[in-house]
T-cell receptor, first 109, second 116 residues
Framework: GIQVEQSPPDLILQEGANSTLRCNFS?????LQWFHQNPWGQLINLFY???GTKQNGRLSATTVATERYSLLYISSSQTTDSGVYFC???????????FGTGTQLKVEL | GAVVSQHPSWVICKSGTSVKIECRSL??????MFWYRQFPKQSLMLMAT?????????EQGVEKDKFLINHASLTLSTLTVTSAHPEDSSFYIC????????????FGPGTRLTVL
């Protein structure tokens, strides 16, 4: 099956810093989503981005489908950004999400 | 829009009992619902896919007789963990798709199951 790897696995930032999270996948996809899992376990949809670039406030994402990777940018990080960030993909022709390994982010004062 | 609820949010039960978890799409009709399982410090693993009115499709290694899934309507899917044992303790999360023509999924808040 498709492999989804995220980097870095762990990240500690000072409040106000910027960061880039990466998601690499091993096959073509028809869906790519970025999520933030908060400390209570809720998955919050950040972006639906199988290709192209999107921005939402301090967050933006870019997917280069032909090169099989996606990037999530967090600018001016805040302590509330702490948690685990997952990317998840659907292989072409399917509707089942395969989740990546996750990036654990901690933003400190 | 795109709100998915789960009930209960947490449950503690004795070994050998059965537990039912409900997943509802509150403001849209979900043509497909998915059930995931997440162990501490790990990623989400898909357990099964369910479509309204048809049998669920289980992923390899998931016991369909232990994890019974019913998708009775376009807004409700249930997962029943039968004869639960301590190794079934986990965080169970459902998702729903079908809000738009895209295959974007929206997730419920999860149910934490502890089997004593």
């Amino acid at each position: 099956g498709i492999q989804v790897e995220q980097s870095p696995p762990d990240l500690i930032l000072q409040e106000g810093a910027n960061s880039t999270l990466r998601c690499n996948f091993s096959d073509s996809v028809n869906n790519l989503q970025w999520f933030h899992q908060n400390p209570w376990g809720q998955l919050i949809n950040l972006f639906y981005i199988p290709s192209g670039t999107k921005q939402n406030g301090r967050l933006s994402a870019t997917t280069v489908a032909t090169e099989r990777y996606s990037l999530l940018y967090i600018s001016s990080s805040q302590t509330t950004d702490s948690g685990v960030y997952f990317c998840a993909v659907c292989p072409g022709g399917g509707n089942k999400l395969t989740f990546g390994t996750g990036t654990q982010l901690k933003v400190e004062l | 829009g795109a709100v998915v609820s789960q009930h209960p949010s947490w449950v503690i039960c004795k070994s050998g009992t059965s537990v039912k978890i409900e997943c509802r799409s509150l403001d849209f009709q979900a043509t497909t619902m998915f059930w995931y399982r997440q162990f501490p410090k790990q990623s989400l693993m898909l357990m099964a896919t369910s479509n309204e009115g048809s049998k669920a499709t289980y992923e390899q290694g998931v016991e369909k007789d232990k994890f019974l899934i019913n998708h009775a309507s376009l807004t409700l899917s249930t997962l029943t963990v039968t004869s639960a044992h301590p190794e079934d303790s986990s965080f169970y999360i459902c998702s729903a798709g079908g809000l738009s023509s895209y295959n974007e999924q929206f997730f419920g808040p999860g149910t934490r199951l502890t089997v004593l």
